[in-house]
């Protein structure tokens, strides 16, 4: 009897492990020692592998420092389609931005502070995000413009309400690095309360005219 196997399972989550544990590693590192200090060669040594096998999971080390915006981003997008098609733009936007917020902060909200304050705080980093956050609004753009069957190219709403949206989230961020509560809940109702402030003015629903809300 032939016994079932699955070694493209096994094989993809060790990859995915050794990612994580990659991230993890570079992310002690930059906090410990500064950015500029630590070399790939130390992020590769941490998890026992060569700087050679390093490459296949990153092109270099503002990668690595940057994956978990990325994968917060992936988060909102996934989050966002899985909304109800029912749900106004602004309010599927705003349920996935601050679902997602709770989420990946939950397990240590200082390292995340403190992971954000790195990439504020360091040139090189804050340039990479800024790419990264530019091609998460199209990706968030295409969405919205998908579930209200408009056209981006034609009808700026879509483009102004996620500016605004992750404009707000990076301003809420950057008050939270800013407060002396290390906590959660006061994560989520700074990045909520610049949103609401960003958003005033939009309606919920949308009207046919895409000059106007």
Not at 22 to 29: F, M, Q, S, T, V
Not at 69 to 93: H, I, K, S
């Amino acid at each position: 009897m032939t016994v079932p196997t699955d070694h493209g399972g096994l094989r993809a989550r060790k990859k995915q492990r050794t990612r994580a544990a990659l991230i993890d590693a570079g992310l002690d590192l930059f906090l410990a020692k500064g950015y500029d200090a630590t070399t790939i060669d130390e992020i590769a040594a941490e998890v026992e592998i060569s700087s050679r096998t390093f490459f296949r999971y990153f092109a270099g080390k503002e990668d690595v420092a940057l994956a978990k915006g990325a994968e917060f981003d992936d988060l909102v997008l996934d989050a966002l389609a899985a909304r109800p098609a029912d749900d106004p733009p602004l309010t599927a936007l705003r349920h996935a931005v601050l679902g997602m917020i709770r989420e990946s902060a939950s397990d240590d909200v200082r390292r995340f502070l403190h992971v954000q304050h790195l990439i504020n705080k360091t040139p090189p980093l804050l340039a990479g995000n800024l790419r990264r956050a530019a091609g998460s609004e199209e990706r968030l753009t295409a969405e919205i413009a998908a579930r209200q069957g408009v056209d981006p190219a034609r009808d700026m709403r879509p483009r102004v309400l996620v500016g605004m949206v992750w404009g707000a989230l990076r301003i809420g961020l950057e008050a939270m690095c800013a407060d002396p509560r290390r906590d959660l809940e006061r994560l989520v109702e700074l990045v909520e309360e610049a949103i609401d402030l960003a958003t005033a003015g939009i309606p919920e629903r949308w009207g046919d005219d895409p000059h106007t809300w």
